[in-house]
């Protein structure tokens, strides 16, 4: 499977094209290396914010089958997220997407859900990763 990796520099990061947006998002906590038995339950949420490098999610949950969204002090290797957006057009043209919290916080006053989420991508499959850049070539049209 081919794919890309995501760049963790803070200054690439804010070069990225980003999309504010209002898609349904759901995802998962995985600890690296075991299988999809060793994943928490499926968590619904809202993507805010899209790029290629990562994205905003917002959730109502801090903690999922006892693993919390919090990131650690140091960065924890063992705990990846996996998160599925759901752009326009329907499932089959959603992506996949995994990656990592780096940041966590409580939403503004008025959000939609309780938590806003800072995931860095760590993967996109090259289909993910052709959709999403299309979806936001789109985005930039209007």
Known sequence: MSGSSATRGGAEQRRAAR????CGA????????EDV???????????VNLSLLGAMIQTDELEVDGVSLLPPMEPDPLTRIDVQFE??????????????????????S??????T???????LSAQ???????YLDGQSGH
């Open 19 to 22: 999309a504010n947006v209002r």
């Open 26 to 33: 759901s995802y998962r906590l995985v600890r690296d290396g």
């Open 37 to 47: 038995e060793g994943a928490t339950r499926t968590v619904p949420s809202e993507a």
């Open 87 to 108: 752009l326009d057009g329907g499932a089959a043209h959603g992506i996949d997407a995994t990656g990592r919290v780096v940041w966590v916080r409580r939403s503004a």
């Open 110 to 115: 008025g959000a939609h859900r309780k938590y």
């Open 117 to 123: 989420v800072g995931v860095v991508f760590s993967y």
């Open 128 to 134: 993910s990763q052709a959709r999403l850049r299309s």
